[in-house]
């Protein structure tokens, strides 16, 4: 039984293959197209689950598509008749795309795939329930989901169990904690749907003392996690912004310009709103808890995206142990999709072994062969190295060591939004001057962004305040104190950045945290045994890893998006499968790097 999954029209559109309840591919269109959070229909993402299995559309049995276009437009309608007439500019911008694509989804699908089949429609938060539950580890648990809006919900819960995912209640647009913080990322200078996580990154810089006034003015926050906005300081019912002049008036002042300096002000507010986030979070987990019974959670939707959350779920939590989907935006809608129509729709059994997750360590995209690799560097006649599986670990824990910045391209892409050690670049987590080169001089973004650390699943609790993996980087934890560094009070605001604060300071946030991805051998060998090696010769189980790309453009996916980015950009060198490039042996940038269509994937 062949199923195709299919997220797309939004933000993150992706495809997702199913065959017989197991993940075969998933991948996001981005990786593509080169346009970050593309929404078009994924006929790349697709087109690539056929090649990874072998199939056509012929073959396929179903498709399913991740939420219901009609009652998602039921609910644009209604709310631009709710708001008119300010509404109204918001609802003809809308409607040219509504009627000549997003509501003939059926059609659309039949015409770009040539499938002549079954479409099946899902509710985009029933997707989300099941991008959580049908994957995790869990024979049993409740369910969480948090988002922006899906058709008309904002959040749900329930409980999964076997192949049975029952959601329980529901919150309604326009309450939304997704959209609440998206307003405050829009506030800030950041873009919405994009600029969520630098908002959370932003946040330790500063002090949560608006915490108040948004409780008073903007959310009636009650005791079970539910909640009502205030609307009157808000746009996205009825304008193209997310904030008006009344929400300018209560902050003191006018959104952040993008790219303007960032003030004390907006720190403060990032850190308002964060504080805020948080607290609906485990107010929303504990009310799951009482009213489920179950001691395990699973965590999907946009919101679970927020790592420091995330972490506060697991650590203050009535939880046992969570689980979160680590394509939990509406790009794992193309995954529950799929796994509801294999479990719910066709009434098939779920197997787990309550340990291991079905996600595959989330290596779920396209991959390159050593003979594809070979062949563009050869063409291009550009220099290299061939490595064996052994000098890799050996020469790359070596280079990490004398304070190299290597980009590092193995086996298949990552779904969802965190580099895995697949597409990463990594570096020495030791080295304090590692973040500001790496976020300067490498990936071209705000001083103040914070790195992840890779750390080896077995010594993660020597070096940090967790005691379970966090495989998917979706976990914030602190530094363990016998690894931090006494800090006399220095500057405020983005200076703090200065301060070296732990053993491991280029991956220590100004609040001691870190988001946490614990690496295991089985899941990601020569990753795990590189760092291996960099631990056996330094004392360190941790290194820098952040995504392979610089800002504003999607992960790389193939040898080609790789070489481009390592000449764009200050890495010395480049792990490129079993090829090892020195960019001191490089050509000049001017060379012709147009070679996107020349190579097809293997």
């Given at each position: 039984?062949?199923?195709?999954?299919?997220?797309?029209?939004?933000?993150?559109?992706?495809?997702?293959?199913?065959?017989?309840?197991?993940?075969?591919?998933?991948?996001?269109?981005?990786?593509?197209?080169?346009?970050?959070?593309?929404?078009?229909?994924?006929?790349?993402?697709?087109?690539?689950?056929?090649?990874?299995?072998?199939?056509?559309?012929?073959?396929?049995?179903?498709?399913?598509?991740?939420?219901?276009?009609?009652?998602?437009?039921?609910?644009?309608?209604?709310?631009?008749?709710?708001?008119?007439?300010?509404?109204?500019?918001?609802?003809?911008?809308?409607?040219?795309?509504?009627?000549?694509?997003?509501?003939?989804v059926t059609e659309l699908i039949r015409r770009e795939l040539g499938f002549d089949g079954k479409v099946i429609f899902a509710q985009h938060h029933e997707s989300h329930a099941a991008s959580a539950f049908y994957p995790s580890p869990f024979k049993e648990a409740a369910f969480l989901t948090i988002d922006g809006v899906g058709e008309w919900e904002t959040a749900s819960f329930g409980v999964g169990k076997d192949n049975v995912l029952d959601i329980q209640q529901y919150l309604k647009f326009p309450n939304s904690l997704g959209l609440l913080y998206s307003a405050f990322t829009y506030y800030?200078?950041?873009?919405?749907?994009?600029?969520?996580?630098?908002?959370?990154?932003?946040?330790?810089?500063?002090?949560?003392?608006?915490?108040?006034?948004?409780?008073?003015?903007?959310?009636?926050?009650?005791?079970?996690?539910?909640?009502?906005?205030?609307?009157?300081?808000?746009?996205?019912?009825?304008?193209?912004?997310?904030?008006?002049?009344?929400?300018?008036?209560?902050?003191?002042?006018?959104?952040?310009?993008?790219?303007?300096?960032?003030?004390?002000?907006?720190?403060?507010?990032?850190?308002?709103?964060?504080?805020?986030?948080?607290?609906?979070?485990?107010?929303?987990?504990?009310?799951?808890?009482?009213?489920?019974?179950?001691?395990?959670?699973?965590?999907?939707?946009?919101?679970?995206?927020?790592?420091?959350?995330?972490?506060?779920?697991?650590?203050?939590?009535?939880?046992?142990?969570?689980?979160?989907?680590?394509?939990?935006?509406?790009?794992?809608?193309?995954?529950?999709?799929?796994?509801?129509?294999?479990?719910?729709?066709?009434?098939?059994?779920?197997?787990?072994?309550?340990?291991?997750?079905?996600?595959?360590?989330?290596?779920?995209?396209?991959?390159?062969?050593?003979?594809?690799?070979?062949?563009?560097?050869?063409?291009?006649?550009?220099?290299?190295?061939?490595?064996?599986?052994?000098?890799?670990?050996?020469?790359?824990?070596?280079?990490?060591?004398?304070?190299?910045?290597?980009?590092?391209?193995?086996?298949?892409?990552?779904?969802?939004?965190?580099?895995?050690?697949?597409?990463?670049?990594?570096?020495?987590?030791?080295?304090?001057?590692?973040?500001?080169?790496?976020?300067?001089?490498?990936?071209?973004?705000?001083?103040?962004?914070?790195?992840?650390?890779?750390?080896?699943?077995?010594?993660?609790?020597?070096?940090?305040?967790?005691?379970?993996?966090?495989?998917?980087?979706?976990?914030?934890?602190?530094?363990?104190?016998?690894?931090?560094?006494?800090?006399?009070?220095?500057?405020?605001?983005?200076?703090?950045?200065?301060?070296?604060?732990?053993?491991?300071?280029?991956?220590?946030?100004?609040?001691?945290?870190?988001?946490?991805?614990?690496?295991?051998?089985?899941?990601?060998?020569?990753?795990?045994?590189?760092?291996?090696?960099?631990?056996?010769?330094?004392?360190?189980?941790?290194?820098?890893?952040?995504?392979?790309?610089?800002?504003?453009?999607?992960?790389?996916?193939?040898?080609?998006?790789?070489?481009?980015?390592?000449?764009?950009?200050?890495?010395?060198?480049?792990?490129?499968?079993?090829?090892?490039?020195?960019?001191?042996?490089?050509?000049?940038?001017?060379?012709?790097?147009?070679?996107?269509?020349?190579?097809?994937?293997?």
């Amino acid at each position: 039984m062949k199923i195709l999954g299919i997220s797309c029209f939004y933000h993150d559109s992706a495809a997702c293959l199913v065959c017989d309840g197991e993940i075969i591919s998933a991948v996001q269109e981005e990786r593509f197209t080169r346009k970050k959070h593309d929404s078009g229909f994924p006929i790349n993402a697709i087109n690539y689950c056929f090649k990874e299995a072998g199939l056509g559309a012929g073959d396929l049995n179903l498709v399913a598509f991740y939420d219901k276009p009609f009652i998602k437009f039921e609910r644009i309608l209604e709310t631009a008749l709710t708001y008119a007439p300010s509404g109204i500019t918001q609802f003809i911008n809308a409607i040219p795309v509504w009627l000549k694509q997003k509501l003939w989804v059926t059609e659309l699908i039949r015409r770009e795939l040539g499938f002549d089949g079954k479409v099946i429609f899902a509710q985009h938060h029933e997707s989300h329930a099941a991008s959580a539950f049908y994957p995790s580890p869990f024979k049993e648990a409740a369910f969480l989901t948090i988002d922006g809006v899906g058709e008309w919900e904002t959040a749900s819960f329930g409980v999964g169990k076997d192949n049975v995912l029952d959601i329980q209640q529901y919150l309604k647009f326009p309450n939304s904690l997704g959209l609440l913080y998206s307003a405050f990322t829009y506030y800030t200078g950041f873009r919405v749907n994009s600029g969520e996580y630098k908002l959370m990154g932003l946040a330790p810089y500063g002090n949560p003392i608006y915490k108040d006034v948004i409780l008073k003015e903007l959310i009636d926050l009650k005791d079970d996690g539910s909640f009502r906005i205030n609307m009157k300081y808000f746009g996205y019912c009825n304008s193209l912004r997310m904030t008006n002049l009344r929400f300018n008036r209560l902050f003191a002042g006018p959104p952040r310009k993008p790219e303007a300096k960032i003030t004390q002000r907006y720190m403060d507010i990032a850190a308002s709103i964060q504080s805020v986030t948080e607290e609906v979070m485990l107010k929303m987990a504990a009310h799951v808890h009482k009213v489920t019974g179950q001691d395990r959670l699973c965590l999907a939707g946009g919101v679970a995206l927020n790592c420091v959350g995330n972490g506060r779920i697991l650590r203050e939590g009535p939880f046992k142990d969570i689980w979160i989907q680590p394509a939990s935006g509406d790009a794992g809608g193309a995954l529950g999709a799929a796994l509801l129509a294999w479990h719910k729709y066709l009434g098939n059994k779920r197997i787990v072994d309550g340990v291991n997750d079905l996600q595959k360590a989330s290596l779920l995209g396209p991959s390159y062969s050593d003979d594809y690799i070979e062949c563009f560097l050869k063409k291009q006649d550009i220099p290299y190295r061939w490595l064996s599986y052994v000098d890799i670990i050996k020469e790359v824990s070596d280079l990490v060591i004398d304070g190299k910045v290597i980009g590092w391209f193995q086996g298949r892409i990552e779904f969802g939004p965190r580099a895995l050690g697949s597409r990463s670049i990594i570096g020495d987590a030791r080295n304090p001057d590692m973040q500001s080169k790496m976020n300067l001089k490498i990936k071209y973004r705000e001083s103040f962004r914070p790195f992840a650390p890779t750390v080896l699943r077995d010594k993660v609790w020597q070096w940090f305040e967790l005691e379970k993996e966090s495989p998917y980087m979706l976990l914030v934890a602190a530094i363990k104190s016998d690894k931090r560094l006494k800090v006399n009070r220095g500057p405020d605001g983005l200076d703090k950045l200065k301060m070296v604060r732990s053993l491991i300071p280029a991956v220590t946030h100004v609040d001691y945290s870190a988001r946490i991805q614990t690496v295991r051998s089985g899941d990601n060998p020569l990753y795990y045994d590189m760092i291996q090696a960099f631990s056996q010769k330094t004392g360190c189980p941790v290194i820098i890893n952040t995504s392979f790309n610089v800002r504003g453009e999607p992960l790389v996916l193939s040898p080609e998006d790789a070489y481009k980015c390592f000449m764009r950009t200050e890495m010395d060198y480049l792990m490129l499968g079993s090829f090892l490039l020195n960019k001191k042996e490089q050509p000049s940038i001017e060379k012709d790097m147009n070679w996107q269509k020349e190579f097809e994937l293997d």
